[in-house]
């Protein structure tokens, strides 16, 4: 039996455990950070919470005998993946980063690209009146001194009731969404800008497709620098690279 463990928090790690959970000889454990209060439970066997930090996975990779590490978190949970990397290095366990491509400027957007979130809040100030602001709740703080602007805050959970956020709406709710949904909101709330990180995949390029079309502008938050190592763009790489390592254990 081959022990495979997939950092989590996203679809496509979602996909790529039911996968694992159908190819015989692989048992997959998927860990999620725990941030999400109702997360999208995984196929196969399931860990929440953080690990504390390098030492930590250390321990977790050698304690449950893991064969495989495959990180497929958000492309800006940046911590983590750099842990899992030097994890990996030091108990000498193959490791594969699964990112999705993030999404590229095109003709009629109206991107400014910043390279933080707290970059993104000082561009909006002076420059915009009504925002859509898709950040994540756990950014909502950088916004919250701008009491001159209106925001429509989307989150998949609600911020801590003594959280510092700025002035104007919450929504709750999660992907994927569609073109005419983000449509509606763009429409119905006069948003002038929309502020979201450079997360790539579908679930929720639809805002993007919506804000080009009405002409608003997009405040885009590039990701960080990922660590060095072997990485896919999609699930299917990422089993072509499984199943590489699997023939490697059969040879041995």
């Given amino acids: 039996m081959i ?3 997939i950092l989590g928090g996203t679809g496509d790690a979602t996909e790529l455990a039911a996968k694992l959970a159908t190819i015989e000889g692989v048992e997959a454990i998927t860990s999620l950070a725990g ?5 999208l439970v995984p196929l196969g066997d399931l860990r929440v919470g953080g690990f504390g930090g390098v030492a930590g ?8 005998q893991i064969d495989l590490l495959i990180d497929a978190t958000h492309p800006f949970a940046s911590q ?3 842990n899992a990397v030097d994890a990996a290095i030091k108990v000498g366990v193959p490791h594969l980063m699964l990112i999705r491509p993030p999404w590229q400027k095109v003709s009629d957007d109206r991107w400014i690209e910043v390279d933080s979130v707290r970059a993104a809040a000082a561009v909006l100030e002076n420059q915009a009146q009504r925002v859509f602001l898709t950040v994540g709740r756990q950014e909502l703080a950088a916004f919250a001194h701008l009491k001159e602007i209106w925001f429509l805050m989307r989150t998949i959970d609600p911020p801590a009731p003594d959280a510092l956020v700025p002035p104007g709406m919450l929504l709750c709710d999660r992907g994927p969404f569609t073109l005419n949904n983000e449509r509606e909101i763009l429409i ?3 948003i002038d800008t929309i ?3 450079n997360s790539g995949g ?3 390029y639809a805002k993007i497709i919506a804000a080009r079309e009405l002409e608003v502008n997009v405040v885009m938050v590039n990701r960080p620098a990922i660590p060095p190592g072997d990485y896919v763009t999609d699930v299917d790489g990422a089993l072509s690279w499984l199943f590489d390592k699997l023939h490697d254990y059969a040879g041995e």
């Fill in 35 to 39: 941030r999400t209060r109702e997360p």
């Fill in 3 to 5: 022990r495979v463990l």
């Fill in 80 to 82: 983590i993946s750099w």
């Fill in 57 to 64: 996975l250390v321990n977790y990779l050698e304690a449950m």
């Fill in 188 to 190: 119905q709330h006069h």
């Fill in 195 to 197: 502020v979201s990180k």
């Fill in 202 to 204: 579908d679930a929720t």
